[in-house]
């Protein structure tokens, strides 16, 4: 039998084969008595574990089997399908659009876009193929097997660093190899790692940075091999929150940890407050300053590759786009305004775009044309400025503060109006309608006039008298009823095009009756002051594309067909269909044995936790042993990683799937790696039994993979061998898809071989904020009896309502609102005229996602028509 060292850890010999099943590596808990005989727990760290948990010889034969593992589990089969599957329509798209530089928004950080990009660009791919619908078949130049290997090469890391995580925080190879063979069979990961998505990388990096902290917690302080394990983790947390914000989850969790050893440290009385202060320093200084560069290093280089402007850039304020090449925003414009300029006024608070009219008319209420913000550049955004009272003059006369003006619509001859009549949508009593009134040849009348009034805190100083193109900040008045010209995020129906509603209103949040002009000619102007966006910084592009990202984010919020609730993730009670075609499928579906039984792990340590607290509270002795110390400390650790990457989605409003349970459930399987490791540990005299029982489990679990893998990777399968293993009511893959025997798929044939010209994929795109789908055709299974009927949704891409323009660009909705949500400078009035009582503010609906549906229009330097398309939540 090994001696023991001092600090109570078995000193094995490297080249002893006992080291993989009987090994120690678990020092004893040592507890000093204070002073007034209060015992605390020793916080040093045995130099001898550090020793122990390093990898020797005998750990390579064990990581090399996982690895060749790894490569026949994710690469088998690896060619097919040879089509789109699942959200590879965004990831692919988003590739495509590094490599030819044109800029798009996700709701994603860039990092793993921008690598599948780089994957894609080592293969020759220079953006030829659009990944347009799931289905599609991929040309011979589109090199999508090495754009896959990219995840299937970071799931087989990954595996790898669970053996190494479990192996620094106290669990002996051979059990740490049994866990990393759970996650090796674990359908979900191997699924995830096969195809162009975004989640085999981002688990990369959480399991890099987990493995790197619990290096961490073992190595001597200050050492180089601490601060190289501080180093480490600190760019896996970066790398993992530039590629999902599920990255923050972590961040929090190393956080949490930290906290906690603070908290070890000031009960250790041995320990100096020198140490403690050094240390806690090192740590933030390190895991908070080092993660943010690296994310915000990402967005730098996100904003450089894509320079060319596309319809995805509305989402964005002007500023933002005037610097995109190819941007219709007008670069500068004349500044003075004037009576006889012709403007476009744009909104300043939603992105609903620019004050907007046409020749159709409200189909109640007063009936006239209709005023709306519209996001695009078109004629139809033009006003000219009128006086009030006169013919406009021949020579040039600036609007300055408290000017009474008209407003005409260029396009129509018609005047902004409002009057005592209900808004067309909004059913506040303190809004009124607002619309277009006139013809050629009418004066108009009182109802036509506005006054300008300057939001002096929003305005520069030289803008302030005189009304300035893009620097004055101004609201409108109308002269009669005191209502101001306003507009929240709430849209018009099918008879408004979709487009945002505007109305009057007398209450309600100021800023969203706040507006500025961003074009501007006048023929009268003899001196031109040119004036333009301010080039925006980094910084401010970086904070406006967060603003963007959460809204659209926080927008997801309507039905979708695959969807699921936190509360079933841990029973798997539903998965998600990826693809369907020629009578196969591939199902997103965990291994029902290997999930439950990490389920079962963690609600096993709950009770044991209540348990022990009880004995503790009748004064009994509690993790006497050092194997259940070590269980005690790493089982709440990883729970903790698994409460932090689950709980916070039960807050989440949005649309949430089942791959978001990922990060937790990773976390779950560490802690089924420390359950066989207390099961082997404690059982020392059947320990050969313990280690049977662990290897007929992984038997099990292997057969569990097989099982389910034609849902994996869409190989063939039978209704009768999908039926069978069919366990609960949720998993709604089809079986009826598959043929009754092997033979009837050898004389199938293929879809793409029978039809060059219309691929038919038992598929339809996502929309995730809308429950309706855009059907494919499909090959139908043979006609079934009514009890084998099944009728699954199909397949589709986790994306929300958008549209294309004709160049294949997201047409995005307005979303995002810029400005202060209070407008607290005027607040006490900016103006000799009175005011009318300000509201509580405005509670704006939930439209976050609706479409603005194109009318029929002249577009000054924009393409001229859209078409229905999606955008993507992931």
């Known amino acids: 039998m090994a001696k023991k060292s001092k600090s109570g850890v078995a000193s094995v010999p490297a080249n002893d084969r006992s080291r993989f099943f009987d090994a120690e590596i678990v020092a004893e808990p040592q507890f000093y008595t204070g002073p007034q005989g209060r015992r605390y727990l020793v916080t040093d760290v045995p130099p001898a574990v550090t020793a122990a948990r390093k990898l020797g010889r005998g750990d390579w034969p064990l990581i090399v089997s996982l690895v060749m593992g790894c490569i026949v589990l994710r690469m088998q089969n690896f060619a097919h399908p040879n089509s789109v599957v ?16 044109q800029f798009f928004m996700d709701v994603h950080p860039p990092l793993v876009k921008m690598l599948f990009a780089a994957v894609s660009s080592l293969g020759g791919f220079v953006g030829n193929f659009d990944f347009e619908n799931i289905g599609d078949i991929y040309p011979s130049d589109v090199p999508y097997m090495l754009m896959r290997s990219f995840p299937a090469v970071l799931g087989s890391a990954t595996v790898v660093l669970c053996y190494l995580t479990l192996r620094a925080s106290g669990v002996r190879p051979t059990v740490a190899f049994s866990t990393a063979f759970c996650l090796l069979v674990e359908n979900a990961f191997v699924t995830i790692s096969r195809y162009i998505l975004l989640d085999a990388p981002l688990m990369f990096f959480i399991a890099a940075a987990v493995y790197a902290f619990k290096k961490f917690e073992t190595q001597q302080p200050f050492s180089v091999d601490w601060w190289r394990a501080l180093l480490a983790c600190a760019i896996s947390l970066g790398l993992a929150l530039s590629s999902k ?61 894509l320079l060319q402007d596309s319809t995805d850039s509305s989402f964005y304020s002007n500023a933002f786009r005037a610097e995109l090449q190819g941007s219709a925003v007008p670069k500068d414009t004349d500044a003075s305004i004037g009576y006889g300029s012709i403007v476009t006024i744009r909104h300043m608070q939603t992105k609903g775009g620019y004050l907007h009219s046409h020749n159709h008319f409200y189909p109640a209420g007063s009936e006239q044309q209709q005023v709306t913000l519209y996001p695009h550049l078109d004629s139809n955004n033009e006003w000219l400025i009128e006086p009030y009272n006169f013919l406009i003059p021949d020579h040039f006369v600036p609007i300055t503060d408290d000017t009474k003006i008209r407003l005409k619509h260029v396009s129509t001859s018609r005047r902004l109006h409002s009057h005592d009549e209900k808004p067309p949508v909004s059913e506040r009593d303190w809004q009124k309608e607002v619309s277009c009134y006139g013809h050629d040849g009418f004066d108009g009348d009182a109802n036509d006039d506005w006054i300008v009034e300057v939001v002096k805190h929003r305005t520069p100083q030289g803008a302030q008298n005189e009304v300035k193109a893009i620097n004055t900040v101004f609201r409108l008045r109308h002269a009669m009823s005191g209502v101001y010209l306003f507009s929240t995020e709430t849209k018009l129906p099918d008879w408004g095009f979709e487009q945002q509603e505007v109305t009057g209103a007398s209450q309600g949040a100021r800023p969203y009756t706040h507006w500025y002009i961003e074009s501007n000619t006048n023929p009268y102007l003899n001196v031109t002051e040119r004036v333009g966006y301010s080039k925006l910084t980094f910084l401010q592009k970086f904070v406006e594309s967060h603003k963007v990202m959460w809204h659209v984010n926080q927008g997801l919020t309507l039905h979708h067909t695959w969807q699921s609730q936190p509360h079933e993730w841990p029973f798997l009670l539903r998965g998600i269909n990826y693809w369907g075609k020629d009578h196969t499928q591939i199902y997103f579906l965990g291994n029902p044995l290997v999930w439950w039984t990490a389920t079962a792990c963690l609600l096993g340590f709950g009770f044991h936790v209540l348990v022990s607290v009880l004995k503790w509270k009748a004064g009994a002795t509690t993790a006497a042993s050092k194997a259940v110390f070590n269980y005690n400390y790493n089982m709440f650790s990883y729970g903790l990683g698994w409460a932090a990457h689950y709980f916070p989605f039960f807050v989440m409003g949005r649309q949430l799937f089942l791959h978001h349970y990922l990060p937790a459930q990773y976390f779950a399987i560490l802690g089924l790696g420390h359950f066989f490791e207390l099961v082997v540990g404690t059982c020392v005299k059947y320990r050969k039994h313990a280690f049977l029982c662990v290897t007929a489990f992984l038997v099990l679990a292997y057969l569990a993979h097989i099982a389910f893998s034609p849902l994996v990777d869409g190989s063939q399968w039978t209704k009768s061998q999908c039926l069978t293993v069919k366990l609960l009511h949720g998993w709604d893959y089809d079986c009826n898809t598959f043929f009754d025997s092997y033979a009837q798929y050898e004389l199938y044939v293929p879809t793409d071989i029978l039809s060059q010209t219309d691929s038919a994929a038992d598929t339809s795109v996502l929309i995730e904020a809308e429950s309706s789908v855009q059907h494919v055709s499909q090959y139908q299974a043979p006609p079934l009896s009514q009890d084998e009927l099944e009728s699954p949704p199909p397949a589709k891409t986790h994306g929300g309502e958008v549209r294309l323009d004709a ?33 509580l503010g405005v509670v704006v609906e939930d439209v976050l996602m609706d479409d603005v549906v194109v009318e029929d229009f002249v577009v000054k330097d924009a393409p001229a028509s859209s078409i229905d398309l999606r955008i993507e939540e992931h």
Not at 95 to 101: D, E, L, P, R, S
Not at 810 to 822: E, K, T
């Open 86 to 101: 699942f959200d590879e329509v965004h990831f692919g798209k988003f590739a495509k659009k590094y490599i030819v530089g």
């Open 807 to 839: 160049s294949g660009n997201v047409v995005p909705p307005d979303v995002v609102p810029l400005g202060d949500m209070y407008d607290e400078g005027t607040a006490n009035g900016d103006s000799a005229h009175d005011k009318p009582a300000w509201g």
């Open 245 to 305: 914000w599920v990255g923050l989850f972590t961040v929090a969790w190393v956080g949490v940890l930290c906290a906690a050893h603070m908290w070890l440290y000031i009960g250790d009385l041995r320990v100096k407050p020198a140490f403690i202060v050094k240390n806690a320093v090192a740590r933030a200084s390190f895991l908070l300053v080092i993660p943010a560069l690296v994310y915000m290093a990402m967005f730098y280089v996100h904003f450089m590759l």
